[in-house]
């Protein structure tokens, strides 16, 4: 199975997608991840992108298109995968349509976690106040922009998936083992 778990920055997608490997044995796809992870290499890719990042911009499609089709080439990957992060634009999903469809594989699921603006912000003052950011990306003021770049360029994707019918909503701000609760339902409800 593939899917993609969606929503916006602080909602959950990376401590979700982590319980999804754990309990299904699906791999992790974060873009996220990748770009730090490249970032903290000081790879040419890296040098590349950190000062996006840091901005809270989005590093351009091709890119990220590129890391992933590379990943999902490994083979963890052969039973599917975790979308945590990617896509985030349009031109993105389109892409991860392709790549799949050549592939013979498509995306199965997609699953929104809905989580207030005002919680958001909450959160990552928690994570400020309890010892300072473990992201320098993690700023009220850089998570502010990349909120208004979800906004801008991610949220479109909502209309694109429900159009496709793969859309599933679930509500972020409940505590994490009742997201954990939701998200297994649906999962197991397809099976
Ligand atoms: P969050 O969702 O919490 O903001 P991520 O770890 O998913 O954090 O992403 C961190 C940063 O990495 C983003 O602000 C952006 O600069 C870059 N990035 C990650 N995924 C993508 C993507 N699919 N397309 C473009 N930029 C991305």
């Given amino acids: 199975m593939n899917l993609v778990l969606f929503g916006p920055p602080g909602a959950g997608k990376g401590t979700q997608a982590k319980i999804l490997t754990e309990t299904r ?17 000081g790879s ?3 040098r590349q992108v950190k000062a996006i990042l840091e901005k809270g911009e989005l590093v ?3 890119l990220v298109i590129d890391i992933i089709g590379q990943r999902y080439d490994q ?3 052969n039973n599917g995968a975790v979308f945590d992060g990617f896509p985030r634009t349009i ?4 892409a991860l349509d392709a790549m799949l469809a050549k592939r013979g594989r498509k995306i199965d699921l997609v699953l929104e976690l809905k989580v207030d603006d005002a919680v958001l912000l909450g959160r990552v003052e928690t994570r400020i106040k309890a010892g300072g ?7 009220p003021e850089t998570l502010a922009h990349r909120l208004k770049v979800y906004y801008r360029n991610t949220a479109p994707l909502i209309d ?11 509500d972020g701000m409940a505590p994490v083992a009742s ?10 409800a397809r099976a």
Avoid at 26 to 41: C, F, I, K, N, Y
């Fill in 25 to 41: 044995g699906l791999p992790q796809l974060s873009t996220g991840d990748m770009l730090r992870a490249a970032v903290a290499a």
């Fill in 44 to 46: 040419p890719l890296g």
């Fill in 60 to 62: 351009p499609d091709a």
């Fill in 75 to 77: 083979p963890d990957c």
């Fill in 91 to 94: 031109p993105q999903a389109e």
């Fill in 133 to 139: 950011p473990a992201r320098s990306d993690d700023t």
């Fill in 160 to 170: 694109f998936y429900r159009a496709q019918g793969k859309l599933k909503s679930v």
């Fill in 179 to 188: 997201v954990t609760a939701s998200i297994a339902e649906i999962l197991d």
